[in-house]
């Protein structure tokens, strides 16, 4: 062996192998992801609920989401990422446990919203990752290549969890078959903590108590408000008196947080050049990908022999749209590396912004068959997993080395909140006509799914259109 191989592959295997035990960790996620949404229904029948109740689980889950990534990413940047990311695992790890054993509705939703806690696991992968390739002369290549292999595998188990959990729900009882994800989860914890080296945090300086307190409030406000919005309408007071003050405590969160040296959410990062188009382009990515999934289920659910639109589609077609939707995600995230190497990082970026686009805006004309559906979803998902993949990475590569927790987890949070916001427009614009929650009152119209798909293509272009005019120099390092 050469001087240089000597001292390059010793590196180059421990990068490697963490990412390959990382790998494991994207694998629970993606089973966490994907196994639940097939057996919604039997879940409703085993806690002796009504289906529309399950709305609660993804409404508790998002806002646990938008909640724990500032603070837990603060806290990857101070003590080390590796610490952060077996906490949230020990959390999610508790959370799929109550599952298994929660007695009642009221057990079941605090434990879906304990098992939010994973959505910081892939931002702060990305920052170990970059951290782990500081020096190479390669850092930003390498995370992308990392984040792009880690959204693939994610990817990968969404299909294999919702196979897994279709093929075994009558075969078993049901706490039998939510254990698996439990002890999927539990397994993380060893992949964690045998895998990835220790090592310490790069930033000073305590933790912004009050501007957690601060952000904690403004996020929960809005949350809360959304929340409030589906439930009761939005001729309802209330929903909209909590969102606005919720928006309005933006104001003193963000003049406070401006004048701390070591903020909980660093304003001004967020506000430099390199990052606030990312994370606008996460927050309107989030419309999409977070917010537009059950829109496209139950209307492929709907039978146009009785309203006149939809594809007719049974449990198991769903299922390979979700498939094929997943399938394209995944080839989306493994070819980012050649797409960067051929558009370049920006081009990368602005070209998955528009498949998106694309992906939803054919929804407009082309809905009327399963083929067309299967033709517009692969579009979206090649777009939308190239962005799931490239966005944290952007955000590192743009943020200083003791911010890196911080930015990329930022970008799960904004694309949550993104996804809350259209999920609730997308409540109302499809309850306009009728309940969505039981078809036997009445049937969405046709006028709310493209509407859906509409905002969808048009958050979408617009990420585009900011990505295309920030300069190059900017989201790329």
Not at 307 to 318: E, H, I, Q, R, T
Not at 408 to 431: D, E, P, Q, Y
Request: aromatic content about 8%; overall charge negative.
């Amino acid at each position: 062996m050469s001087t240089k191989e000597a001292l390059v592959s010793p590196p180059a295997r421990s990068l490697a192998a963490i990412v390959g035990f990382l790998v494991c960790v994207e694998l629970a996620s993606g089973i966490l992801q994907g196994y639940y949404t097939p057996i919604f229904s039997d879940i409703a029948d085993s806690l002796g609920i009504k289906d529309a109740d399950v709305n609660w689980f993804e409404a508790a889950q998002l806002v646990v989401s938008a909640l724990v990534v500032p603070p837990l990413a603060r806290l990857g940047d101070l003590v080390g990422h590796k610490k952060v990311l077996l906490l949230s695992t020990v959390v999610t790890a508790v959370g799929s446990w109550i599952l298994v054993l929660a007695p009642s509705f009221t057990t079941f939703l605090v434990g879906w919203a304990l098992q939010g806690a994973y959505v910081v696991w892939l931002p702060i992968e990305v920052a170990i990752i970059h951290r782990r390739t500081a020096g190479t002369g390669r850092q930003g290549q390498l995370t992308r290549r990392a984040a792009a292999i880690l959204v693939g595998a994610l990817e990968l188990a969404v299909i294999i969890g919702a196979l897994t959990s279709g093929a075994l729900v009558e075969s078993t009882s049901m706490s039998v078959l939510l254990m698996l994800p439990a002890v999927a989860v539990t397994l993380c914890l060893f992949a964690i903590w045998f895998g990835i080296e220790d090592a310490p945090g790069t930033a000073t300086g305590g933790f912004d108590w009050t501007g957690l307190a601060l952000v904690t409030a403004a996020i929960g406000l809005v949350m809360g408000g959304l929340i409030a919005l589906r439930v009761a309408g939005p001729d309802s007071f209330l929903p909209w008196v909590l969102v606005l003050a919720g928006l309005a405590a933006l104001v003193p969160f963000g003049r406070y947080e401006a004048r701390q040296e070591d903020p909980m959410v660093d304003v001004r990062l967020l506000a430099t050049p390199g990052q606030w188009p990312v994370q606008l382009t996460a927050f309107l990515f989030g419309m999409s990908v977070l917010g537009a999934q059950i829109p496209l289920s139950t209307y492929a659910r709907t039978d146009p022999d009785t309203v006149g639109y939809g594809l007719g589609a049974d449990a198991s077609f769903v299922s390979t749209l979700i498939g094929v939707y997943v399938v394209f995600l995944a080839i989306g995230a493994f070819t980012l590396p050649l797409t960067s190497r051929l558009l370049g990082t920006r081009g990368a970026l602005v070209g998955s912004a528009l498949l998106v686009a694309a992906g939803y805006a054919l929804w407009l004309p082309f809905h009327d068959s399963t083929g067309q559906a299967l033709v517009n979803m692969a579009v979206a998902g090649v777009g939308s997993g190239a962005l799931v993949a490239a966005l944290p990475a952007s955000a590192a590569a743009a943020a200083p080395a003791d911010r890196t927790g911080f930015a990329t987890g930022m970008t799960n949070a904004t694309k949550t909140i993104g996804g809350a916001i259209a999920s609730s427009v997308f409540a109302i614009a499809l309850a306009s006509a009728g309940s969505i929650d039981d078809p036997v009152e009445g049937h969405a119209p046709l006028s709310g799914y493209l509407t859906v798909w509409a905002i969808c293509a048009a958050a979408a272009l617009c990420a585009a259109v900011v990505l295309a005019l920030t300069p190059q120099r900017e989201v790329t390092t």
